[in-house]
């Protein structure tokens, strides 16, 4: 067996090569760190080419239309709690299912494994909701759509801009008619290694309880507010046994855990390859300030006719009319996206010699320091939030934090 790609930065692992490779040669697998790369087998490859030809990552994006940008939330906050954002992948979702049609998205199964997965009824899509910071596991996703397109179901497919092109590229290379076919991606961060999402699940497991870990959730709103980066680990079915917890947050928003090719994304800008793109809108309260939210406001960037059509009467959705300036401004992810952080060699090395414990210490904030600063943090916040409006605390704490950087 060998690697189909030797320069990592260029392969995203969406798995098309692989799922349009005519002699099925071609299977995912996974690295030392844990992300999954193509790997040829020699004896039943034929040297056709398919898989560079499928290849999308990097290729010149069509430039959008002009494309409208709104602010929205769902009506029911309750339902939007259940959101990472505004909710609004809820609204288009829900849209679709009620049509007839089938949902897909990145759910997490029940060992908390987080992969692609099928949704026909509101109750299966649940899964889908809230984001998941880690690469999503594809297999066999594309051919499962095709198979529902071509049985002329209408679908829509929701994941990283990288997933997104990449069925753009099996439609083609299959002839695939997409007429019934709509597409939602994310504004992306990147994507953190499965292996390392598991080992912290294992590190959690061992740590705090004996019950088997029953449900994660990587940023937990309940708690925290839409801003907040806690995670919320239970593990059990009646609500007891849970606790909170920063480290995997630490380690995914410093960007050590991405995959390398994140940090030379051809998606980081506003030209797009889906019919929307949806995210948090950050900066809502300068932008529009009567509709700031904690609860959660989503920003929506449609891209072309399709999109228009989908996202037109959606039930349930308070909508305002925004701008690409104003959307984009605190998103650096359509602004050019982000270099390697410096430490990331020395993540991966220290990971590798030492394991999560020692990495979740030193790049996780973990060690007894960090805790009791966080714990202060905490209890700062619990009292303010008795005596202020959100809204007010939310202004100060970022008046503070920008006076900081203009030093
Ligand atoms: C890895 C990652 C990085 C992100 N980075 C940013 C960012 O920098 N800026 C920003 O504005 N928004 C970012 N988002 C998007 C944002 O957090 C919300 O997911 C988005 O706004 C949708 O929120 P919602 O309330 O409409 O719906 P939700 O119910 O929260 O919808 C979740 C949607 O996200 C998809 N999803 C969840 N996890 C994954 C995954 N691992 N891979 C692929 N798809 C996934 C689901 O399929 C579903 O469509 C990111 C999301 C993820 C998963």
Redesign the pocket.
Known sequence: MESVFLNKNLCCGCGVCGQLCPTDAIRMNPDQNGFFYPLIDPNKCVDCGSCSASCSFGRPLQPSRKQSVYAAKLEDVEERM?????????ALAKKILSEGGVVY??GMADDLT?RHMRAETLAELET?????????DMNGIFTKIGEDLQLNKQVLF???PC?IDAFNSFTKNKNIDTSNYYS?D??????ASPKLYDDYLNYTQQRYSKIPLEKFIFRDKLSNGWHGCVEKIIFSKTGENIYYSTIYANIFFSLVGHRASCFSCPYAKTERCSDIT???F?GIEEAIPDFWDET?V??IIINTSKGEVLFHDLSGLLVRESNIADCSKK?K?LTGGFDAPRDYDAFWRDYHRYGFEYVSRKYGKNDWRHKVLRKLKYAIKKTLILFFPAQLIYKIKHGIKKLRRQG
């Open positions: 259940k959101s990472q954002s505004g909710g609004v992948f809820f998205g990145a987080v889908l909701r809230m984001s998941k910071y880690v690469q999503s929701s994941g990283t997933q939602i994310l504004i992306c961060f990147g994507v949806i995210g948090d950050w959660g989503s920003a998103q992810c």
